[in-house]
């Protein structure tokens, strides 16, 4: 059982948009910087979002974060068969004192 | 380009120690957090632990009492000791890099190493 909660999987056809929502608490989500993650099976995940809604160089703007409150939410449009993978999103967990994810959403490009 | 890459056995027995190291190149290993990271089969991600270059270290409460973060400066390298290991330690252990404390934004990763716990 993940500490932030995520929908199990999202579908959509190419070209359109996804949100993969992120729920947390106010010791987690509330209180600290969301990142999301994308990870391919037998790769190394790779940081899309930091500090809720900031991309690293090289993530196009396809890719978007957001905030409010406890709940976090990823975006990505414009959506391409590249897309297809889990997507994580992690905190800091002040009360746990630790690094917290959620249990991850597999996209499907139909 | 900073690259990580776990080293380790892919095999442990029940009740022994599991023992993995990153090896960090393309960067130094003096700055940052040096984290690890593992994911069970089928299940999500679980934050295990950090260590700051200084060799200070925060570890997940549920594993605090048989786990161990350590750095080696001159091979630019940190490692996991994970003690009294079972069946639920199987997992595909990640070393990633966390740009500040208590922040969980681990812009770097290794490919991962899976490790089963099994006699």
């Given at each position: 059982?993940?500490?932030?909660?995520?929908?199990?999987?999202?579908?959509?056809?190419?070209?359109?948009?996804?949100?993969?929502?992120?729920?947390?608490?106010?010791?987690?989500?509330?209180?600290?910087?969301?990142?999301?993650?994308?990870?391919?099976?037998?790769?190394?995940?790779?940081?899309?979002?930091?500090?809720?809604?900031?991309?690293?160089?090289?993530?196009?703007?396809?890719?978007?974060?957001?905030?409010?409150?406890?709940?976090?939410?990823?975006?990505?449009?414009?959506?391409?068969?590249?897309?297809?993978?889990?997507?994580y999103c992690g905190t800091w967990d002040t009360s746990l004192s630790g690094g917290v994810f959620g249990g991850g959403t597999k996209v499907t490009v139909l | 380009q900073v690259q990580l890459q776990e080293s380790g056995p892919g095999l442990v027995k029940p009740s022994e120690t599991l023992s993995l190291t990153c090896t960090v190149s393309g960067g130094s290993i003096s700055s940052n957090y040096w984290t690890w990271i593992r994911q069970p089969p089928g299940k999500g991600l679980e934050w295990i632990g950090y260590i700051y270059y200084?060799?200070?270290?925060?570890?997940?409460?549920?594993?605090?009492?048989?786990?161990?973060?350590?750095?080696?400066?001159?091979?630019?390298?940190?490692?996991?000791k994970l003690s009294s290991v079972t069946a639920a330690d199987t997992a595909v252990y990640y070393c990633a890099r966390d740009c500040c404390a208590d922040r969980a934004n681990f812009d770097y990763w290794g490919l991962g190493t899976l490790v089963t716990v099994s006699s």
């Open positions: 059982q993940s500490v932030l909660t995520q929908p199990p999987s999202v579908s959509a056809a190419p070209g359109q948009k996804v949100t993969i929502s992120c729920s947390g608490n106010s010791s987690n989500i509330g209180n600290n910087y969301v990142s999301w993650y994308q990870h391919l099976p037998g790769t190394a995940p790779k940081l899309l979002i930091f500090d809720n809604n900031k991309r690293p160089s090289g993530i196009p703007d396809r890719f978007s974060g957001s905030k409010s409150g406890t709940s976090a939410t990823l975006g990505i449009t414009g959506l391409q068969t590249g897309d297809e993978a889990d997507y | 200084s060799g200070r270290t925060k570890y997940d409460p549920s594993l605090k009492s048989r786990v161990t973060i350590s750095i080696d400066r001159s091979k630019n390298q940190f490692s996991l």
